[in-house]
């Protein structure tokens, strides 16, 4: 049997012209990472969109110009997708965080 694929809340923002697309893992939604002065919170407000396989939330953010996400699995699989580069992750908590900005030139 085929495991499941891990899902994901994803929100989609379209507005002048950008498409933000927030990610983060099922398990992270409305919780807190502290690091020293660094506060991360996954506010339901932006993150907590649908709920989604992991596998969509990819292909949702690969035509974004903003992606903003939180967690092992999402931000691996942007790694994988090519979508953020390993040293490009932050981590909050030992939460890895990531945000792409793709420029149009």
Known sequence: ??????????????TEGEKIVAICDEE??????D???VVLYVDPKFYGGSLVPISVAIMEA???????MVGERIVQAAINAGLVHPQA????GG???AQVIKMPW
Do not use: C, Q, W
């Open 1 to 14: 049997m085929a495991e499941k694929e891990p899902m994901v809340y994803m929100r989609v923002i379209e």
């Open 28 to 33: 992270l939604l409305g919780k807190r990472f």
């Open 35 to 37: 690091e020293g002065d």
């Open 62 to 68: 690969s035509d974004a110009t903003i992606i903003n």
């Open 89 to 92: 992750v932050l981590r909050v």
């Open 95 to 97: 939460v890895p965080h």
